[in-house]
């Protein structure tokens, strides 16, 4: 069994920064793709961006690229995704996934296990 807890989340300005992490227990975490996705209020769930087990291959969805950044620390079993210039469009639940592999790491089905998810509310 794998549990991934979210924090980072919260209400900033627009132009502003929040760096979401995503601890990971219960499995080999450093074996695993990880992603992070969100989902605004009356929305599907949609891809943010995810980064290969190694950390060496690094995947986001154009609305988020040169803001947001993915990273992982294997030795601390934590995915992070530090986010600037913060839009009111952001606003969302974000939410962290693990899979075992991420060829298809736009779909939410690719995903195995989920956390909570955060709040991210981005104020005009």
């Known amino acids: 069994q794998v549990q991934l807890v979210e924090s980072g989340g919260g209400l900033v300005q627009t132009g502003g920064s929040l760096r979401l992490s995503c601890a990971a227990s219960?499995?080999?975490?450093?074996?695993?793709?990880m992603g992070w996705f969100r989902q605004a209020p009356g929305k599907e769930r949609e891809f943010v961006a995810a980064i290969s087990w190694s950390g060496g291959k690094t995947y986001s969805t154009d609305s988020v690229k040169g803001r947001f950044t993915i990273s992982r620390d294997n030795a601390k079993n934590t995915v992070y995704l530090q986010m600037n210039s913060l839009k009111p469009e952001d606003t969302a639940v974000y939410y962290c996934a693990l899979a075992r592999g991420i060829s298809r790491f736009w779909k939410v089905d690719e995903y195995d296990y989920w956390g909570q998810g955060t709040q991210v509310t981005v104020a005009s």
């Open positions: 219960g499995r080999t975490f450093s074996s695993y793709g």
